[in-house]
């Protein structure tokens, strides 16, 4: 686990390819994406623990890391508390700039939209 770490447990929702060359396409293609997962049929309980190291994604129990991501590679992240979504943007470790992944959660009630959007950004 990260030293001096934020840990919040949210239900993971699943992840998205962005690939577009300038920051404003990225980001319109996130929204439009996030637009379609309003409704969602699975989603998975999970821990994330953010630190100055990065963020990690792991089960409940932190037995299991599903995915790590160094703060570097994190490039946007956004909410939206009616929906009770949060999402964050990240490249792969070896990947190019402009392919990157959205990684989206959902909270259980709106406020903790805004302290999981504030312990990530």
Same mark, same amino acid.
């Given at each position: 686990?990260?030293? $001096?770490?934020?840990? +919040?447990? +949210?239900? /993971? #929702?699943?992840?998205?390819? #962005?690939?577009?060359?300038? *920051?404003?396409? $990225?980001?319109?293609?996130?929204?439009? &994406?996030?637009?379609?997962?309003?409704? !969602?049929?699975?989603?998975?309980?999970?821990?994330?623990?953010?630190?100055? $190291? =990065?963020?990690?994604?792991?089960?409940?129990?932190?037995?299991?890391?599903?995915?790590?991501?160094?703060? $570097?590679?994190?490039? /946007? #992240?956004?909410?939206? @508390?009616?929906?009770? *979504?949060? @999402?964050?943007?990240?490249?792969?470790? @070896? =990947? &190019? @700039?402009?392919? *990157? /992944?959205?990684?989206? !959660?959902?909270?259980?009630?709106?406020?903790? #939209?805004?302290?999981? /959007? +504030?312990?990530?950004?």
């Amino acid at each position: 686990m990260f030293h $001096r770490s934020s840990l +919040l447990y +949210l239900k /993971y #929702v699943g992840s998205f390819h #962005v690939e577009d060359t300038d *920051q404003k396409s $990225r980001i319109r293609k996130v929204r439009d &994406e996030l637009e379609t997962l309003h409704v !969602f049929n699975k989603s998975k309980k999970v821990m994330i623990c953010i630190s100055v $190291r =990065g963020i990690k994604i792991c089960s409940p129990n932190c037995e299991t890391v599903f995915m790590a991501h160094a703060l $570097r590679r994190v490039s /946007y #992240v956004t909410c939206d @508390a009616n929906h009770k *979504q949060v @999402a964050f943007l990240a490249r792969e470790p @070896a =990947g &190019e @700039a402009n392919s *990157q /992944y959205c990684h989206v !959660f959902v909270t259980i009630t709106s406020s903790q #939209v805004c302290v999981a /959007y +504030l312990n990530i950004l």
